[in-house]
């Protein structure tokens, strides 16, 4: 687990400056490709793990420690679904709204975390606890209507296992 | 059904498992699943080691023939599990090596992402030698000097395993430089994907991993010829991975023979039923197994309901009917039936579900996920689900059915960059096929009235 940081340790004084560990961990990542901009989606996720999140300003930083342009990892920062451009909550949950889990009872899931947490897709809640996105088919369909939270998978989910399920993520 | 194996609907934190006990698999007839524990917990490598695990790499590597291996896989004809089914030993006879052509990459395909898809999950999380194993053996085969495994985000659980597993395989020497002796050096790295579907699409992933955006590339030149880094590439399935150690130590014969009269496709499968049945899982069984056996086992639909209609292998297969579960589920069979074998797992649709709501959610997917690079599938499907929406509501408009009709046309195969707008067609076009009363309804009646009575099974 990364340990926290202090802010005037990340934000340097010419805007975002990588933690010198996530910047170790960019360069370790290299080693496995041809190009370092195969690292590339690798070094956003490196980010998002420290921050939550990954803010315009980690872009350049990014780019420099991989020696690319900014461009090429803006265009891969917004076009992946698991690269957050905003902030989120705490934890984010990915409910699944593919098909076997639609056959299961996703609407009813779907609309108990909505009543439960008070929030819709892309939304987060007031204490920035959960954010709330969909996700395609999780890979666990004998277990559907599925669910993430984090790193979890759950399934099969009802309505009235969430509340149980939601306090373990305080 | 085996009482050893909990029942999914007990439990809520997700697990991966086969529905089939140890006494139930043996090695010469499951040869995907044979090693897997009934605790469902990985298998490290001792314990591999101790089931003939990297038998087959020593064997491969002493005799030091890599055309052998590429003319058995050829002759076993092992069928992409990944759901085009294109043959893995032609595959590999094709890609360019030898002369003065760099070493180039072996790639599998771990992006799992197909709705009603979850067999590649299972070998990841509970058997990873089998698989490292078998990309030992292909980029042997290959002369690749690199192996990536291109697995989706999501799978945190398989990505902890794999590299667990690989640490155990280089600190044994089968993994690193000078692989048990041999003078062959290949190392394999994980890497994880940030989501998106198409990603799954062979030369997306390839655009992937190089760190670009996931559209797909032109063909030719085939990933073969020119792949990640313009190096000769080679993309399979895990599953079609998983299959090579065993067709190299038995056979091509012995591979054949596992489908017995069923089919002329050769091996065994990993088959699997989702949806509103009473036991969703996963078997490995003989290819060629009908969908009604798979249906059995999955315990039938629950509730009492009664089956509509199904789909054989994803989200991206065409819709069968009641009446075509007696069919051995192969390739070239479900292709002849109008659909696709796809991946071989069975999403099972109950005669309460309005084919316009379910093919609405189908569509939502397809549309979301497209990567925007070609008209059809950018515009027509956002088009497609629109008019899905207001048939669902009994707001269509006459004309609309055949509005349908033309977007699914104009995502047929050949018609754009690559096969995820074809895959939004087929549901579509077999659905409006069985189903077109159902979307008649849609058509022009008060709000909320569309669905109220649910087609009937049979009445097609
Ligand atoms: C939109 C799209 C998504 C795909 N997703 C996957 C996937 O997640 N896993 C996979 O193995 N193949 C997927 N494929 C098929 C691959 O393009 C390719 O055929 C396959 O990886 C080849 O391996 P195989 O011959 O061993 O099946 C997808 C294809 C398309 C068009
Ligand atoms: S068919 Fe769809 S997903 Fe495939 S390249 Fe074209 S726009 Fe992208
Ligand atoms: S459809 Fe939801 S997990 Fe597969």
Redesign the interface.
């Known amino acids: 687990m990364a340990e926290p940081v202090a802010t005037s340790q990340i934000i340097g004084s010419d805007g975002f400056e990588l933690h010198p560990a996530d910047e170790t961990a960019i360069l370790r990542e290299l080693e ?11 070094a ?2 490196i980010v998002q793990r420290r921050h939550g999140w990954v803010p315009d300003e980690a872009i350049p930083a990014v780019a420099r420690v991989l020696g690319i342009g900014p461009g ?1 990892v803006e ?2 920062a917004t ?5 957050f451009r905003q902030p989120v909550g705490r934890h984010v949950i ?1 409910v699944c ?4 889990c ?3 009872g996703f609407d009813e899931l779907k609309q108990a975390l909505v009543d439960q947490l008070g929030i819709d897709y892309g939304e987060t809640t007031n204490d920035s606890r959960f954010t709330l996105l969909p ?10 209507p ?1 669910l ?1 939270i984090d ?7 009802t309505a009235d ?1 969430l509340p149980g ?1 939601l306090e373990g993520y305080p | 059904m085996s009482e050893s194996i909990p029942n ?2 007990r ?4 697990r ?2 086969l529905l089939q006990t140890e006494a139930e698999r043996r090695a010469d007839t499951h040869p995907l699943t044979w090693r897997l524990r009934d605790d469902g917990e990985a298998v490290w490598l001792d314990e591999y080691l101790r089931k003939d695990g990297y038998q087959s790499v020593r064997k491969a590597l002493s005799e030091g023939d890599p055309q052998a291996i590429i003319a058995t896989m050829k002759e076993a004809n092992v069928r992409g599990r990944g759901g085009a089914g294109f043959s893995a030993g032609l595959k590999w006879s094709l890609t360019l090596q030898g002369g003065d052509i760099p070493r180039g990459y072996l790639i599998c395909n771990a992006d ?7 067999k ?2 299972l070998l990841m999380e509970q058997q990873p030698h089998l698989l490292i194993e078998g990309m030992i053996l292909g980029a042997f085969a290959n002369n690749s000097r690199y192996g ?1 495994i291109f697995l ?6 398989a990505a902890r395993v794999l590299n667990r597993a690989i640490d155990e395989a280089r600190d044994a020497g089968w993994l690193g430089p000078d692989i048990n002796g041999s003078g062959f050096d290949f190392d394999i ?1 994980v ?7 198409i990603c799954g699409e062979e030369t997306a992933l390839i655009n ?7 559209n797909p590339r032109g063909k030719p030149p085939f990933p073969g010829q020119s792949g ?2 313009g ?1 000769p590439s080679v993309v399979n399935n895990v599953e079609t991975l998983c299959n090579v150690p065993a067709v190299i130590l038995n056979g091509a014969g012995w591979y054949q023979g596992l489908s017995g009269d069923r089919t002329d496709d050769g091996g065994s499968k990993l088959y ?5 049945v009473d036991n ?3 078997w490995e069984l003989p290819m060629g197994t009908t969908g009604m056996e798979i249906l059995d086992r999955a315990g039938g639909l629950r509730d009492n309901r009664q089956l509509k209609a199904w ?1 054989p292998g994803g ?1 991206s297969t065409g819709f069968l009917l009641p009446e075509h579960l007696e069919l051995p589920l192969d390739f070239d069979t479900m292709g002849k039936e109008g659909s696709r074998l796809g991946t071989g ?1 069975l ?4 005669d309460d ?1 309005s084919m316009v709501s ?1 093919m609405r ?2 569509e ?2 397809f549309a979301r ?1 497209s990567c925007g690079w070609c008209t059809p599938c950018r515009d027509g499907l956002p088009w497609v689900v629109k008019l899905l929406q207001s048939l669902e509501q009994g707001q269509g408009e006459p004309g609309d059915i055949e509005l349908l009709d033309k977007l699914a046309a104009d995502c047929g195969p050949g018609l754009t960059f690559c096969a995820h707008a074809p895959g939004a067609a087929m549901p579509l076009q077999t659905a409006l096929r069985h189903f077109r009363h159902e979307f008649e309804q849609g058509v022009g009646k008060p709000r909320g009235e569309a669905h109220q009575d649910p087609i009937p099974v049979g009445e097609v």
């Open positions: 496995h490709y041809e190009q370092p901009q195969a690292a590339c989606i690798e956003l996720k090429a265009g891969v076009f992946y679904s698991l690269i990915l709204d593919s098909s076997s639609f056959l299961t996700v395609c088919c999780l890979g666990a369909c004998d277990g559907a599925a993430m790193d979890d998978t759950y399934g099969p989910v296992d399920l | 999914q609907r439990s809520v934190g997700y991966s498992r799992e992402m197909e709705p009603g898809t979850f590649d999950r990536y989706r985000g999501e799978y945190v659980e790295a890497h994880t994907g940030a989501g998106r579907y992937s991993l190089e760190g670009k955006r996931a990640a880094w190096k699997g039923c989702s949806g509103p969703p899982g996963l789909l989200a797992l999403t099972v649709v109950p579900m379910l959610n189908l939502q997917f996920e």
